[in-house]
Structures are given as C-alpha cells and as structure tokens.
C-alpha cells in the first residue's frame, strides 16, 4: 500500500474515532470536580452558617427545595420552610456557626442535575468540631445551579464495621 493511500485511510479510520469520542464527552456524565456546583454549594455552607437569607434565597430553588437536617423531624419543603429551619439553628447556634473545608468531594453533572458529596467539619462557639456528612443536589437554571436538596448527618469516627469487628 503506497503512503498516500496509507495516509486517506488512517484520516478515514481516526475522524470516525474522533467524532465518537468527542460524541462521548458532550453525552457522557462528567465525573469532574464541577467547580461551579462545588462553589455554589460552599457559597450555600457560609450563607446558612452565617443566617445571611438572602444569600440562601439566591442560591435555592423556592418551591422546589426540601432539606433534611440532623434531626429526623427537620424535613422541610420550600424556602420558607428552609428559612424558618435556618432562623431555628441560628437561635440555637447564637450566630457562632463555622463550616470546615470540604473533604471526600464527588461531583456528578448529568443532564442539568448535578450532585455533590462531601465531609465538611461543623463548630459552635469555642466547641470541638464535629463531622457532618452531606450530600445535595443541584438543577441548573440558566447559567446558575439552585439548590433542589440537601441532607446532612452527623457521622461516626472510629465506629466503622470494620474497627468495631478489629475491637470487640
């Protein structure tokens, strides 16, 4: 086979490849650290932290939003809801509320949806932090992600099956 014929049928060969695989990027879900969703979700962490609600208002989906919180009775629909949740914590936190950094991040965008798993430590006052696990998801409007759920729990440490069956 002469080189130029050689040449047409690799270019013949690697556009289809390309074509796929660029195919697979603009369909698959991306698997990235999505720095919008990650930022708007810690954007979401200080504004709640701080009781700022505006800032919450502009970051939640109004009527669609449900939070969990530690508690099982904190199931709350709306932003009103979300807003009287947050005023609650606030009574409770006396305005001294820090959010940690974000650990263990695992993003997902899929189709406008996008997910966010994280560890972030939790404090009041002068206490000890404490983990909280979260997980939220977030629905693209526009250029914007609003907030459409988010569940937290407080996690264990050094309570895994794994040391509990290593000490009995």
């Known amino acids: 086979m002469d080189q130029s014929l050689r040449s ?4 013949n060969l690697t556009n289809p ?3 796929a695989f660029a195919a697979l990027l603009l369909c ?10 990650q930022d708007r979700t810690r954007l979401f962490l200080d504004a709640y932290a701080k009781g700022d ?11 669609h939003v449900t939070m969990y919180g530690s ?12 807003l009287k949740l947050m005023d609650s914590d606030q009574k409770l936190w006396g305005g001294a509320a820090r959010m940690g950094p974000m650990n263990h991040v695992s993003i997902t ?24 696990r979260v997980a ?11 907030l459409i759920q ?13 040391e509990l069956l290593r000490h009995p």
């Open 71 to 82: 508690d099982v009775a904190e199931v709350v629909h709306g932003s009103d809801a979300v």
């Open 136 to 146: 939220a998801v977030w629905k693209r409007e526009g250029k914007s992600w609003l």
């Open 8 to 11: 047409q049928s690799m270019r």
């Open 150 to 162: 988010s569940s937290n729990s407080v996690v264990t440490e050094h309570q895994s099956a794994e």
């Open 28 to 37: 698959a879900p991306s698997w990235s650290q999505s720095t919008a969703v």
């Open 53 to 63: 609600q505006q800032a919450v208002l502009n970051l939640v989906d109004h009527s």
């Open 17 to 19: 490849l390309l074509l």
């Open 109 to 132: 965008e899929v189709k406008g949806l996008a997910t966010v798993f994280f560890d972030v430590t939790f404090s009041v006052g002068g206490k000890p932090p404490i983990p909280v």
